[in-house]
């Protein structure tokens, strides 16, 4: 199985900590808007225990991550001075879900956009007496490439699969090992979920 690597390229961002709070459901992130900021970006997230923020430039490239937990309203400010004009794209990743929102750098200001560009329900994988149901909830209806691997990687299931709620059942009492791994790519978003078979 090829492994996902992440390439990160780690340049100056100021960070500001102002607080923390949380719930247990999905999350909802709020632009906070404040005159004379400059090339900072404001934000709180609600509803949410644990978030990991990632902060990305248009090829893709990996700029700052951070894994935050908190009991409180979280609430951040990016400094992007250091960067160049162009555009940024923000992740908020949760357990339920990543959403992506975009962030404009131009002359002396950069906007992040109110809403999320993108939305990508994480798959739900359940295994139970041998049983592994998989559950995607697939907002936008794209193509689900979804493959299965042994312990020693070989593959050994590899099926696409459609729809707004895909959801397939493998049947795994007789399975030789007691671990696979699921790779379901979606949304051009690759999850990876290894379970026990039995």
Do not use: C, W
């Not at 990991?52 to 937990?69: A, F, G, P, Q, R």
């Not at 950069?110 to 697939?138: C, F």
């Amino acid at each position: 199985m090829k492994r996902i690597l992440n390439l990160s390229l780690v340049l100056a961002v100021v960070l500001t900590t102002m607080g923390a709070y949380a719930g247990d459901v999905d999350f909802a992130l709020y632009v906070k808007n404040e005159s004379g900021q400059g090339k900072k970006v404001s934000f709180a997230l609600n509803q949410v225990k644990k978030v990991t923020l990632s902060l990305y430039d248009s090829d893709e490239v990996l700029i700052h991550t951070e894994n935050v937990s908190a009991k409180q309203n979280i609430n951040r400010t990016y400094d992007l001075n250091q960067l160049p004009e162009g555009t940024y794209f923000l992740e908020a990743e949760t357990e339920l879900k990543v959403a992506r929102y975009e962030i404009t750098v131009t002359g002396t200001k950069a906007i992040l956009s109110k809403k999320a560009i993108s939305e990508v329900y994480k798959p739900v994988v359940v295994s139970k007496n041998g049983m592994v149901s998989v559950n995607i909830q697939n907002t936008y209806k794209s193509p689900v490439s979804m493959k299965i691997y042994d312990a020693q990687d070989n593959e050994v299931y590899n099926g696409n699969l459609s729809g707004t709620n895909v959801y397939k059942t493998f049947d795994m009492t007789n399975s030789v090992d007691s671990k696979y791994t699921f790779v379901m790519t979606y949304d051009n978003k690759t999850f990876i979920e290894t379970v026990a078979a039995r």
